[in-house]
Nanobody, 127 residues
């Protein structure tokens, strides 16, 4: 089992930046592919970014590519999401997720393949 706790959400103006952290407790998070998803009211949770167990590979949704950067520090059991050039369309609740199965890789973007989820943190980008 692993518990995920996100931090770093808030209110920011368009063009600004935020950085999320997701701290994992329980079993070490180096066992897991880690990802960020986001969700807006009335919509399904959508993939944002993922990072491999070693941190050597990443994958991004087209909507955030070039603006967001996912990274991890396995020594600290923490994964990060640096969000730059934020747009009002980025307003959502952001969730950290962990995938335990070895068949899941960084290219996996489906919710069902992730086993553990954080509680979510709100980001509001004002225009």
């Amino acid at each position: 089992q692993v518990q995920l706790v996100e931090s770093g959400g808030g209110l920011v103006q368009a063009g600004g930046s935020l950085r999320f952290s997701c701290a994992a407790s329980g079993r070490t998070n180096s066992r897991y592919v880690m990802a960020w998803f986001r969700q807006t009211p009335g919509n399904e949770r959508e993939f944002v970014a993922a990072i491999s167990r070693s941190g050597g590979s990443t994958n991004y949704a087209d909507s955030v590519k070039g603006r967001f950067t996912i990274s991890r520090d396995n020594a600290k059991n923490t994964v990060y999401l640096q969000m730059n050039s934020l747009e009002p369309e980025d307003t959502a609740v952001y969730f950290c997720a962990a995938a335990a199965r070895l068949t899941v890789g960084v290219l996996t973007t489906t919710i069902e393949d992730y086993d553990y989820w954080g509680q979510g943190t709100q980001v509001t980008v004002s225009s």
